[in-house]
């Protein structure tokens, strides 16, 4: 079993340069440019609270809403940390939407074939032995990546020999925790943190709760959403093949 890996964010540290934001977008292939939220084409991005700046992201909680309300387990949280996405898998529902506090999961709405877009801690990257493109990219180790465990004993070690830091690591336990956590020397509330509606508890025993109560609407809604996303596939895959016939045709009458 791996040791699990998180990201630990040191607002204090944080000069705003965008430098993170601008390495996402590179490694996945998205326009390089600022946004001043979260997108289908921004997975991080800096906001700027007065003099501090705040970088945003998934968090990737331990026991994620976002997973626990995916029908089909498209979404899923991997032993190495990360809060991973199948599109294969995806139907559209878009209930991961719904149920992320943080508002984390973006659809493509402007796509012909949308998937959902949230940012997965470079999965790809550490599978292969690497580090997520922000980290890599900070130019003053205001994010750093590692261990989850050791990365809180660090938190903490720098919050003890610093008494400019809040005595706070939010994420520690926030949403039962998550694999990106944050210390900071300005109250985290100033810097529009999220308070977890549950406190230290995951959030999926609320979504269960909910799911739990309307079992017929869940149910057949999502038979419905899976029936109608077979069709627009087969469809799609009807007007290929209609077309590379069409080809062939004319490939051999020339």
Request: with cysteine; aromatic share 8%; glycine share 8%.
């Amino acid at each position: 079993m791996p040791n699990k890996k998180a990201i630990l964010v040191d607002i204090k540290r944080c000069i705003g340069c965008q430098q993170c934001e601008q390495s996402c977008q590179q490694v996945h292939g998205m326009p390089v440019e600022h946004q001043a939220q979260l997108s289908e084409t921004a997975l991080t991005f800096v906001d700027q609270k007065g003099e501090k700046f705040v970088r945003r992201m998934c968090l990737h909680c331990e026991d994620p809403a976002c997973a626990s309300a995916c029908l089909v387990g498209a979404l899923k949280k991997s032993p190495l940390g990360p809060v991973t996405y199948d599109s294969k898998k995806c139907m559209g529902c878009r209930y991961c939407m719904i149920a992320c506090p943080q508002g984390v999961p973006k659809y493509q709405w402007s796509k012909l074939a949308p998937y959902v877009k949230k940012c997965d801690m470079c999965y790809d990257r550490q599978l292969a032995g690497g580090i997520p493109a922000c980290v890599e990219a900070c130019p003053v180790q205001a994010s750093t990546f590692g261990d989850r465990d050791a990365l809180l004993r660090e938190a903490w070690e720098r919050i003890r020999n610093d008494s400019s830091y809040v005595p706070r690591i939010y994420g520690a336990e926030e949403f039962g925790g998550t694999s990106v956590f944050y210390i900071s020397d300005v109250a985290f509330e100033s810097l529009g943190f999220v308070a977890p509606p549950l406190g230290s508890e995951p959030l999926p025993a609320l979504s269960a709760a909910a799911l739990g109560e309307t079992p017929t609407v869940v149910v057949v809604g999502g038979s419905i959403l899976a029936a109608l996303y077979w069709i627009t596939q087969r469809k799609r895959q009807v007007a290929l093949d209609e077309l590379r016939a069409l080809d062939n045709k004319k490939e051999e009458r020339s």
